[in-house]
């Protein structure tokens, strides 16, 4: 494995393109995976997922994350030849290190939007679900389709599905395998919107700016916030909400944010101009 740097050192590695934008796009991180034909999730490439989300999460510059896997494909699965010499065994040692790459993507302290052409399927939804914001084209078909090899998802499809759509509908995904086409997967809430392919990385990359444009200390907080109050009770989610709402307060965003809300009108202030506060 290469030695992974800062994403403000763009990196290649086999299968994974790590960059930061400039400009416009200042604070916004491409992270792009490509095993071509069809983004098969094998080993390697998880590998490199893993390591980039780490070097994500260390890089203060990045305000924001696109994950694609380009304009044919997100990603069709798991590389289904690497099953054929498992037992169950190496399958139980296999899987550890196939969540902790995905748990890594989950785990990036800033918003994660998924860019999502064709297939998404089995470990490409898995995938897919780690992000916070799913922006797909028409051509989008998602599905665990595990089921099929008689085996059930192992890289948080039954976890993380159930925690989006719930366990009725997931239960149904899972059980049946069925793929899912653009205009179902948007009813489902298994992706927030659903554009045009020609529109599509126009929609995402302004997506992507708007958020880069906010302050970092609320947008962090936001995330820790909701991805921790899902594991808890109402009541201690609650109290998890109020401690991160006043602790704002005791950094200069907010007045910031308040003073352009009188001078300009809300949302006017671009935090990346004087950068702001961790």
């Keep these: ?14 299968f994974v393109r790590l960059t930061l934008g400039s400009g416009a796009d200042a604070g916004v991180a491409t992270l792009a995976f490509s095993r071509p034909p069809v983004n ?12 980039a989300s780490v070097a994500i999460a260390t890089d203060p510059k990045v305000r924001v994350v696109i994950l ?33 790459a ?24 898995e995938l897919a679900m780690c992000a916070d914001i799913r922006i797909a084209d028409t051509t989008v078909v998602m599905g665990q389709p595990e089921i099929l090899l008689a ?40 992706v927030n919107e659903v554009v045009e392919p020609g529109d599509l990385g126009e929609r995402v990359t302004k997506t992507a700016q708007r958020l880069a444009r906010h302050s970092q ?17 109402l ?14 307060f005791a950094g200069t965003d907010v007045l910031r944010a308040i003073q352009s809300f009188f001078d300009n009108g809300p949302g006017k202030v671009d935090f990346r101009e004087r950068g702001d506060e961790q």
């Design 151 to 190: 085996l059930i998802p192992g890289a948080g499809g039954t976890q993380r599905l159930t925690r989006l759509v719930g366990p009725s509908r997931a239960k149904e995904l899972v059980f049946t395998g069925r793929h899912v086409a653009a205009p179902e997967a948007l009813a489902l809430g298994l």
């Design 217 to 233: 200390s609320a947008l962090r907080a936001a995330k820790r916030t909701i991805d921790a109050g899902a594991d808890v009770t």
């Design 40 to 51: 098969a999730l094998n080993r390697a490439l998880q590998e490199e997922l893993r390591h």
């Design 68 to 100: 694609t896997g380009g304009d044919a494909v997100f990603a069709a699965g798991a590389d289904v030849r690497e099953f054929a010499a498992w037992d169950a065994h190496i399958a139980r040692d296999e899987s550890g290190p196939l969540q902790s």
């Design 102 to 125: 995905f748990d890594a993507v989950a785990a990036i302290p800033v918003p994660v939007i998924a860019q999502m052409s064709g297939y998404a399927l089995g470990g490409g939804m």
């Design 1 to 14: 494995m290469a030695q992974w740097r800062l994403v403000t050192e763009p990196f290649h590695g086999e």
């Design 235 to 248: 009541r201690e989610g609650l109290h998890m909400e109020r401690t991160a709402f006043a602790a704002l």
